[in-house]
Each structure stands twice: as structure tokens, then as C-alpha cells.
């Protein structure tokens, strides 16, 4: 920590300092990479809202030259069961001002490190059929992944997890972390298996996912018996409960036990918080994490071989506060930063 200084040595040092003078050699280390040369950025609420701040690239696809990290929206929500609005995530997101660029627990900036983009919106040929929207997120995602780089989506319902996992996982089988009130491995409804109750049922079936390799954190809520498929095919499910008795730090060592150093990927849905924190989503379930408690879970996940991740679920106009899409952008920044650091851990 920095020494602690008298009122005129106090004086002496800081009367006359900008903004982006630091003393410490840690802080001005931070300093250096956020301001570059002078104290002068550009304010938050200026300029076109992008995801995190980040360039916007919408011409980017299909080859997606000069990017480590693509950020895109996927606003499509035909797979809900209950209050539907997700398809307004993306754009909730990108309107919030403040997040980044440097991560204080983590001591990152990744966008130091890794260059990053806003490649836009997932193109779809209709808003009207689920099954096609499907077909386009993954022709999509397989154009990202396909070019080496990672992929870091905004939805959306949860739906879209599954043709993102299919272009992530379709030369091997992932892991993965997966934070949710529920486990998302149901089966058809009405004649539909590709419903956001169901995605990561279809991926372990399609073999794009490694149940073995996955845990899902925070699991909770009135449709516990339609996860059998968890259990029966070797998923491990902490349940949100759970989290509180056993301990962040024994979560946390659980995740990273699991996934191990294979490749993996980070799924988070909105409803895996409590209400209380983010209301603004299509199933919410009370009992659920803290925000605290979910930064510190994935905090907890630096140094793992991270491929790609989502955070989905965000239906603004079910929140007055915005505070569900404050929330997802953090959740979308601190993904970034574990994504960053796997780009720099791989190259090494």
C-alpha cells in the first residue's frame, strides 16, 4: 500500500498533480495503461454506446482481422416460458456508462492486453422462427471462432447457448461454468427442444459439452425435478443454498477442480442473482446469489482456459432501476477479463 504522507508532504505532492498522476508504482502502473499520455478520456455517457466502451466493429464479420475478444449482442428471445423481453438485453447493456477498464480485485485492464471489439448483433433472417434463429447465431459464432477469436456474447434468452456452443464445441467437447437459478437441461415442451430450458441438454447430446466437465452454481426454484438430466449424465449442481453453507472459497475450488485445464466455457443467466439484485429478467426466483457473491465466484475463475461466454437473460423493461443490466455488463467485463488473461496464459 502507499506510505502514508504528512498534511504538507500531502501538499507538497499532490496540490499541483492531474488526475492521472500516481506516486505508488502499482497505481501508476494502472495509470499508464488507462490514460496513456495526459488525464484526458473521453466521458462515459459520450459517443455511441457500445458493449463495454469497446470499438465498434459491426463490419468485422465474416473474418474478424485485427480482434483478440468479439463482443456481441444476440437479441432474440423466441425460446422464453415465461415473460419474455430478453431480446432488449443487448441493447440495455450497451446503453450502461461506467464499467471498466480496470478490474480492482483482479488488478486488470484487459483491453491492455487484448484487442477487443464490438462486432454488433447477431444477424437473423427472421424474427419469427426460433429454429433459424438458432442456425444463425451458430453460422455466426462458428465465423468468430473459426478466425481464433474468443467469443463473448450478450442475449437474449438462454436459448442461444446452444448453437454457441455448438461452433465453440464442434471440434471437441467443452467444459463448462455455468451460474443460473436453474440447470437449463429440461426436455421438449410442446414439440419444442430448443425452448432456454433446455439448451444444455441438446449440447450433451449433440457432444459439444463435457457434462463431466461442467458445474452449474446456484441452482434453485420450483423446477428442480425437470433437471434429471444434470445429475443422470455426471453435471455437478451446487445449488444456491449451498454456496452459503459450504463457502465461496469451496465453490470456487469445486469450479476450477471440475473444468480443470481444458477448454472452457462461462455461461451466466441474470435470474442466478436474487431478485432483490436484478429483477429485470423472464424467470426470476427468489433466494439467489448476491451480486457480491457472483463477482466472487467468477473472480475466483482467473488462470482457467477460457474459450467463450455469455451472460443472457436481461429483460429491462422488467427493471425501473436498470440495475440488471448495471449488473450484466460487470458480469460481461469480468468475463472479458478471464477471457483476456486465457489469450495471455495461451500465448506464453
Known amino acids: 500500500m502507499p506510505e502514508i504522507l504528512s498534511l504538507e508532504e500531502l501538499r507538497e505532492r499532490f496540490s499541483n498533480a492531474s488526475g492521472g498522476d500516481m506516486f505508488d508504482p502499482e497505481f501508476r502502473k494502472v495509470a499508464e495503461l488507462v490514460f496513456g499520455d495526459g488525464d484526458s ?12 466502451k469497446a470499438p465498434y466493429r459491426p463490419d468485422a464479420s465474416p473474418d474478424f482481422t485485427g480482434i483478440d475478444i468479439a463482443l456481441f449482442g444476440i437479441p432474440m428471445d423466441l425460446g422464453v416460458t415465461n415473460r419474455s423481453g430478453a431480446r432488449f438485453g443487448p441493447r440495455a447493456v450497451r446503453n450502461v456508462d461506467r464499467v471498466g477498464p480496470y478490474e480492482h480485485v483482479l488488478r486488470a485492464v484487459p483491453t491492455a492486453h487484448a484487442r477487443v471489439a464490438d462486432v454488433g448483433d447477431v444477424p437473423f433472417r427472421s424474427r419469427f422462427d426460433l429454429a433459424a434463429s438458432h442456425e444463425d447465431i451458430e453460422r455466426f459464432v462458428l465465423g468468430v471462432v473459426k478466425a481464433g ?21 464442434k471440434d471437441r467437447s467443452v467444459g463448462m461454468i455455468h451460474i443460473d437459478a436453474h440447470c437449463d437441461t429440461g426436455g421438449s415442451f410442446e414439440g419444442c427442444k430448443f425452448h432456454h430450458g433446455g439448451p ?5 447430446l449433440d457432444g459439444v459439452l463435457d457434462p463431466r466437465r461442467t458445474v452449474q452454481i446456484g441452482i434453485r426454484g420450483n423446477s428442480e425435478y425437470l433437471w434429471e438430466f444434470s445429475y443422470a449424465s455426471g453435471m455437478t449442481v451446487i445449488h444456491a443454498e449451498e454456496v452459503g453453507d459450504i463457502g465461496m472459497g469451496a465453490v470456487i475450488a469445486r469450479a476450477r477442480e471440475i473444468v480443470g485445464s481444458g477448454p472452457t466455457y462461462v455461461s451466466f443467466d441474470v435470474d442466478s442473482l436474487d431478485p432483490a439484485f436484478a429483477p429485470g429478467t423472464g424467470t426470476p ?26 451472460v443472457v437473460e436481461v429483460a429491462p423493461q422488467y427493471d425501473p432501476t436498470t440495475n440488471t443490466a448495471q449488473i450484466a455488463a460487470q458480469v460481461l467485463f469480468e468475463l472479458l477479463c478471464l477471457a ?4 495471455k496464459i495461451r500465448a506464453s
Open 285 to 310: 426466483e427468489v433466494g439467489g446469489l448476491t451480486s457480491a457473491q457472483a463477482l466472487g465466484i467468477l473472480r475466483g475463475l482467473a488462470g482457467l482456459n477460457i474459450v467463450g461466454g455469455d
Open 149 to 169: 477469436v474468443v467469443p463473448l456474447a450478450v442475449g437474449g434468452d438462454h436459448s442461444i447457448g446452444l448453437p454457441i456452443l455448438r461452433a465453440v464445441g
Open 41 to 52: 478520456r473521453q466521458a462515459p455517457y459520450c459517443g455511441i454506446s457500445t458493449l463495454l
Open 200 to 204: 444444455f441438454r441438446q449440447a450433451v
Open 340 to 343: 483476456a488473461e486465457a489469450i
